[in-house]
């Protein structure tokens, strides 16, 4: 990395010595040093030495409407101005959170017209959980407790998201998952399909649902969480044949189903939501990201009415958090989901970005590295391998790794999750600007492969 501002060196040091920071190895840090991003317009980042960087990731997959959007820094302006804060505890609400919640029921799937809200996606899939377990206890039921999650899922990384993530490297540490959650297979077909075609490995990995809840018992479990898409563990497109199998499935047993939509939700897939996309029917959604485009904190879950219907028979719901539905966050929302509806973003990633960015991202399926590109809406992953045909990996190389420095060096960021490349860009980027990331892709594959060879 070029070093030619000394302010980098003296934000690198004030890092050194006071910051701990999120999902890094501490001492590494110490050593390199972070980047310093400095600011941002449109699809693009600087950091503290001048350089342009392309953001293939919309930052934490957040940013839909890109950066520098002067209505939401407006809309928090006045917001703060007006009304910084009042929380929404006995009895009190403020607009703003009114607002938004009826904003996002007139988007939400038909029949889910409550939101909870929170500061973020992990305190969404807490609220989920004991909501869940609420529920069921209001109905006479308290024994159906478990949550069914999947391997390499994610769902945060609170106590209950780590928990019901399926990351094991996180389990690791913290002695989780926490009782009453259980894991079964994802549809992961690149990596552990072996031999059977990917429909034959969609069903069976739907069917591993079905064989946990006969074997929990289903007096016992309270509700199946999943993204549409799993994000963080590798954009994992199901197999054609996994969702239709699992609504077969929930259709049977009297079971909640809750899609985990942080990352699929607002547009990723090209529809409101990834249960749009996928036609599921979910109890409850967990809900953040994009939600505020990632310029404020804000998560929540939204509940379908019958859900809603029995928790009005509960008495108090003993949860909530000083910043749920925070008005500032709230009134950033609103102006966010304002923007993308008027500005019709999500129909164009629909017609226009979302089929040119996978016809172009498919074009590199023919590099000798690539062994899978695969990819919905705005949401991509080039699957990293020695042999094309047996889906072989380079053991224990870190080609992942290798290729995300290269794209940095150049200007791109995409993310590694293991030897599998991701990219899920602002939702507002254009042609030109995925013939960019394209471009630079295949160069950081070429960069990576001669570095394999050297
Ligand atoms: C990011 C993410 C979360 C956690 O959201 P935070 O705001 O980081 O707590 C939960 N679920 C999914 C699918 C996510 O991608």
């Given at each position: ?28 840090l ?35 409407i ?25 009895q ?7 607002e ?8 939400a ?13 992990s ?12 529920y ?30 399926g ?6 540490q ?7 959650i ?14 059977m ?13 079905e ?13 199946f ?22 609504k077969e ?74 910043y ?17 509806r ?25 590099h000798?590295?690539?062994g899978?590109?695969r990819g ?45 490349m ?25 960069l ?7």
């Open positions: 990395m070029t070093n030619n501002n000394p302010q980098t060196r003296e934000w690198q040091a004030l890092s050194n010595d006071h910051h701990l920071a999120p999902f890094s190895d501490f001492k590494q110490k050593e390199k040093g972070p980047r310093i991003i400095t600011s941002a317009k449109g699809v693009y980042l600087w950091d503290s030495e001048g350089n342009k960087i392309l953001d293939g990731m919309a930052g934490l997959w957040c940013v839909a890109g950066y520098g959007r002067d209505e939401l820094a407006d809309a928090a302006s006045k917001q703060m101005r007006e009304l910084p804060y009042y929380n929404l505890f006995f009190t609400a403020h607009p703003p959170v009114l938004l919640a009826k904003a996002i029921a007139d988007i799937p038909e029949g889910m017209n409550h939101v909870f809200f929170t500061g973020s996606g305190e969404g899939n807490d609220t989920m959980l004991r909501m869940v377990r609420h069921w206890a209001i109905k006479g039921q308290p024994q159906k407790k478990v949550i069914i999650s999947r391997k390499n899922g994610y769902h945060g990384s609170t106590v209950a998201g780590a928990s019901l993530g990351m094991t490297y996180m389990h690791e913290g002695d989780l998952p926490i009782p009453g259980v894991h079964i297979a994802q549809p992961y077909w690149f990596a552990e399909g072996g031999d075609t990917p429909e034959e490995f969609g069903v069976w990995a739907a069917n591993q649902l064989e946990k809840i006969l074997e929990i018992g289903v007096d016992n479990v309270g509700a969480i999943a993204e549409p898409i799993q994000g963080a563990g590798g954009v994992i497109i199901p197999p054609d044949t996994y969702w239709p199998r699992i499935i929930l259709a049977k047993y009297d079971i909640l189903f809750v899609a985990d939509e942080v990352i699929c939700g607002f547009g990723r897939t090209g529809e409101w939501f990834g249960s749009d996309f996928y036609d599921l029917k979910p109890d409850m959604m967990t809900i953040a990201k994009g939600l505020t485009s990632g310029y404020i904190p804000m998560g929540g879950l939204i509940v379908r009415d019958e859900v809603v219907a029995v928790l009005n028979e509960g008495g108090d719901f003993n949860h909530g958090f000083t749920s539905g925070h008005p500032v966050a709230a009134a950033v929302a609103l102006e966010n989901i304002r923007i993308m008027d500005e019709k973003i999500i129909d164009r990633v629909h017609e226009e970005t979302a089929p040119y960015l996978q016809s172009r991202l498919r074009e590199l399926s023919d000798p590295l690539v899978e590109v919905v809406g705005l949401l991509g992953a080039i699957e990293l391998v020695q042999d094309k045909a047996t889906r072989k990996r380079y053991e224990g190389r870190g080609v992942g790794m290798i290729c995300r420095t290269f794209c940095f060096e150049n200007g791109l960021i995409m993310r590694a999750v293991g030897d599998t991701i990219i899920a860009p602002p939702l507002v980027i254009t042609k030109a600007e995925i013939d960019e990331l394209v471009t630079k892709a295949r160069k950081c594959l070429d990576t492969l001669s570095a394999l060879q050297a």
